[in-house]
């Protein structure tokens, strides 16, 4: 773009009085139906502070009539006398060498991009460069999904790249201001994630990253590198593949990169926003004022939240809730300070405290980084006196659809009330045969209380500008002497959009415990269980402290979830250490545990069945066919066996056509729930009921059917796969603070489009006729999608899903162990084989599509007779939305014809408010309704509100 398209418009001006018109322009717009521009700017300029918004859709309209002939337009002068004159305003009663004035660009709403617009790189170079001094600096707005930003100082960096990147992260291990940055790994949480890149090549860092990074802020210090029109799509690409708030471009030199990064620190330490920071590091990095300006794509809240004073405004926060004032409400025994991690006394946290708070207030900075230190002074204070890392607060905690404070976690405090009068805190761990009020409460993470390791995930309640009523459940995991389980309880929580929640107080008791008193907590609203965790204490003579463990984060991601429906009823799935299973259910306001033994053998010969029905070369033919018959009769059994092992809620107290939640809190902690048998079992060798097929195909109710309870007859819609939506979350806990991403519903963008582009990858063992052939699984693909791709193996796979970005993955591969690494699993396509550990996102989700649904149909694929490798948890765990998974091997023909029914399904429901969950029952039943047995070996994992 240049000064060509604005024709005769301001042709006659200086190009730094041409940039004041334009800036004016975009500023104030071009309509003869408001006041003329001189009497805007002023008005304007009287109430502005040091953000002026100027607008491209105001530069478009303004293009268009000059295309139409431009005879509507206020001359170019007008715009630049109203310039000026907003300037003027703007300064009076200020200091005008030391007032910013820095440009905020909104682009155009909506995606639609029309025939002229302005390119931004050139409007960047217009407005910076043009040597008007029109302002300090300039940032794109680009809010998209709204997501907290965490800034704090000291900064944490990382660098990602090769060898330039290990020189610049040596030069920055140098920096001449050491104590205002920590370098981190690239794949930890940051403020800063330097690329040395370019911006396409930058990008191609990123997406080789085994993990999504988390980064305040991307800076590509090796410039654009690529056409204008460009730049957006690109940015737009690193946004989504960066958890955070902006992109940063500037152009420096690679030997230089160190230089200019450190000028950029001692800038943003002088209370410096971010936008004017990264544009006046620029010249101590570039030779001469010819380069080209910095640009920053961020959100508003970004360019807010980076500023020093900000950041101490929320550390000041944060230090009010860490350091409480002393409330001598409990007699507490004395702790020697040497006890309480050796940190600094609180008294010169506390100082320190006041001093930051008054300079927050005050806004009043000095101009070197002094102020900055004294932030990362008093950070490491607090982390003294906790004993652990404090993670920087978060900003825009309270905002609907943003994850609700970063920093809160569940805290808990335990009293022993054993002595009603005289009660005592517990510093350290339990004792058995005590009396126990425990206090819970979502917030920071306090000296005084045990806090959980991981935040919760607050971002998946709806927004809600009131806050959220959370039902908490306390299930010992403890027997008393005589053997009984001790008594769960229930409490409400309530959670504020931002700061921390009320206590809510329950009590329980440690009599006839010994060695060590577990218990599983909870947290759930409207019956969708958000956050399961472990209380564990050692009791008398064994080492450990109490302490809380997340055992499973069912929605760890920044992505909200508002779109879910509440469930009717959810299970937590977990097996002890030693290997015995264990069932928490949540029914209603009850809750309930239970450890019933011998259900692993039950579990066995359910999959031995389904097994032995999938191996069968075809379909029954039809329902009633003898061998289904007593499939349903002998799967009734087990069915009804493991119900009745459950907690007792679940009996009786499902309704038909309930949502049930299950949540695997251990890999390897499976119950197959589909098979649960609703009703007293049929009598031996009972009929099939002459009402079935059309009650599985949608013709006839189940509800109103007359032989609904007659044992006389076999009816499949008792089983709870065929008559319930149920959602199954995998266990998700990251080691060692590994990163994945669950890919949720969120508001607007609860669809998934997922026909528009299929990848179709098969084991050398399907056979030809099966895959390729009339009639076949590539054939009933086409049929339906928009767009379909075979491929032969895992590079041709991981090729075209970094170039087509499919939305749905159809895999038919062959499960077996890597023959060089025993112990290993992994998928075999095209006799090339893929291990667990070698499938990485690159597998699973390009750069320029949500995550795709993913069809997993082989040689148990589901169930890995070694648990941590399962492949659904791991495609999962790479950003797929939804994973389908088979118990048992699938037969080609087989495979072919419940891939064409899903398909089909999938087209006839988009564009309604179906959701996956509810099409993919449909189509289990209509499977079944043909008399294919395999559609009980079928199971789906993520958020099955997904709607299409």
Request: aromatic share 4%; hydrophobic share 45%; glycine share 10%.
């Amino acid at each position: 773009m240049s000064r060509s398209l604005f024709g005769a418009w301001g042709a006659g001006l200086p190009q730094e009085s041409f940039a004041r018109a334009v800036a004016a322009a975009a500023l104030l717009g071009v309509t003869r139906d408001g006041p003329p521009p001189l009497v805007a700017a002023r008005s304007l300029g009287a109430a502005a502070g040091e953000v002026a918004v100027l607008r491209v859709e105001h530069l478009v309209a303004m293009l268009s009539a000059i295309a139409g002939g431009g005879a509507a337009l206020p001359p170019a002068a007008e715009f630049v006398a109203a310039w000026d004159a907003f300037s003027a305003c703007r300064l009076q009663g200020r200091d005008a060498g030391r007032a910013l004035l820095r440009l905020e660009i909104e682009p155009l709403p909506g995606a639609d991009r029309p025939p002229v617009v302005p390119d931004v790189l050139w409007l960047f170079g217009l407005l910076l460069g043009s040597g008007a001094d029109l302002a300090s600096s300039a940032y794109l707005r680009l809010d998209g999904r709204q997501r907290p930003i965490s800034w704090g100082w000291p900064l944490r960096v990382a660098v990602l790249g090769d060898a330039p990147a290990g020189d610049l992260a040596a030069a920055l291990a140098a920096s001449r201001w050491p104590d205002l940055l920590r370098l981190v790994a690239a794949d930890e949480e940051c403020e800063l994630l330097l690329l040395p890149d370019d911006l396409r090549h930058g990008l191609a860092r990123v997406l080789q990253s085994a993990r999504r990074l988390r980064a305040a802020c991307v800076l590509v210090l090796g410039g654009a590198g690529t056409a204008g029109e460009r730049i957006l799509p690109l940015v737009g690409a690193l946004r989504s593949e960066v958890l955070g708030g902006g992109v940063g471009i500037a152009a420096v030199e690679r030997e230089r990169q160190g230089e200019y990064v450190d000028s950029l620190l001692a800038r943003l330490a002088a209370d410096m926003p971010l936008d004017v920071a990264l544009q006046r590091a620029l010249p101590a990095a570039q030779d001469g004022a010819a380069g080209e300006p910095a640009l920053l794509v961020a959100s508003r809240r970004l360019a807010a939240a980076a500023r020093l004073t900000a950041a101490a405004q929320r550390l000041a926060r944060q230090v009010d809730r860490l350091l409480p004032p002393e409330r001598p409400l409990l007699a507490t025994p004395a702790v020697p300070p040497a006890s309480r991690g050796g940190g600094p006394p609180d008294n010169e946290a506390a100082a320190l405290a006041r001093s930051l708070t008054a300079s927050a207030t005050r806004s009043s900075w000095a101009s070197d980084a002094g102020d900055a230190i004294e932030l990362a002074r008093l950070r490491r204070a607090l982390e003294g006196r906790l004993g652990a890392r404090l993670l920087p607060a978060a900003d825009g905690a309270g905002d609907a659809g943003g994850t609700a404070g970063e920093q809160r976690r569940l805290n808990c405090s335990v009293i022993d009330v054993s002595d009603a009068a005289r009660p005592l805190r517990v510093e350290d761990r339990l004792a058995s045969d005590r009396a126990y009020l425990i206090d819970f409460d979502i917030g920071l993470p306090r000296a005084t209380a045990a806090s959980a390791p991981e935040v919760f995930p607050s971002g998946l309640l709806p927004p809600s500008d009131a806050g959220h009523w959370l039902d908490l459940f306390f299930v010992p995991l403890v027997r008393s002497a005589s053997g009984r389980l001790h008594t769960p309880q229930q409490g409400r929580l309530f959670l504020p959009p931002e700061g921390d929640s009320p206590p809510c107080r329950l009590s329980f008791r440690t009599h006839g415990v010994r060695d060590e008193y577990r218990a599983r907590i909870l947290i759930a609203h409207e019956t969708r269980v958000l956050q399961t965790l472990i209380l564990s204490s050692p009791l008398a003579g064994t080492a450990g402290r109490l302490s809380l463990t997340v055992e499973n984060r069912v929605a760890a991601s920044f992505d909200p979830s508002p779109t879910a429906q509440p469930f009717d009823a959810a299970i937590v799935v977990n097996h002890a250490a030693s290997g015995q299973a264990g069932f928490t259910t949540v029914v209603g306001s009850e809750v309930s545990f239970r450890e019933p033994l011998g259900i692993d053998r039950l579990v066995s010969e359910v999959k031995a069945l389904l097994s032995a029905e999938a191996s069968f070369t075809a379909a029954r033919g039809s329902l009633d066919d003898p061998a289904l018959l007593q499939l349903f009769d002998a799967l009734a059994r087990y069915g009804r066996s493991l119900l009745k092992a459950l907690p007792e809620p679940l009996q009786g107290r499902v309704p038909a056509g309930a949502r049930i939640q299950i949540v695997e809190a251990r890999a390897g902690a499976w119950l197959p729930v589909e098979i649960l048998y609703a009703a007293a079992l049929p009598q031996a060798a009972a009929p099939l009921c002459p009402n079935a097929r059309a009650a599985l195909l949608g013709a006839g109710s189940h509800e109103q059917c007359a032989h609904r309870d007659d044992r006389d007859v076999h009816c499949p819609l008792r089983f709870w796969g065929l008559n319930c939506v149920i959602e199954r979350q995998p266990e998700m806990a990251a080691p060692s603070g590994a990163d994945y991403t669950l890919s949720l519903p969120q508001p607007g963008d609860e669809r998934l489009d997922v026909l528009r582009s299929v990848l179709v990858g098969a084991s050398k063992r399907v056979r030809a006729q099966d895959l390729g052939d009339p009639g076949g699984i590539v054939d009933a693909v086409r049929q339906v999608a928009t767009r379909a791709r075979t491929v032969r193996d895992w590079a041709e796979w991981e090729q075209a899903v970094a170039a087509d970005s499919p939305s749905l993955l159809l895999l038919l591969p062959h499960s077996q162990e890597d023959p060089a690494h025993p112990g290993i699993s992994g998928l075999e396509i095209g006799g090339v084989l893929l291990t667990r550990p070698e499938l990485e996102s690159s597998y699973v989700a390009g750069p320029a599509a949500a995550a795709p649904v993913v069809l997993l149909l082989g040689c148990s694929t589901q169930l890995s007779e070694v648990p941590f490798l399962n492949f659904v948890e791991a495609f999962k765990r790479e950003r797929a939305a939804l994973v389908i998974g088979t118990l048992a091997t699938i037969r080609g023909r087989r495979a072919v014809a419940f891939v064409g029914e899903l398909l089909a399904g999938l087209k006839a429901a988009a564009g309604s408010e179906q959701t996956f969950g509810e099409v993919f029952l449909a189509t289990r039943r209509r499977l079944l309704a043909g008399g294919d047995g395999f559609a009980l070996s079928l199971t789906a994992y993520g958020d099955v509100g997904w709607r299409l």
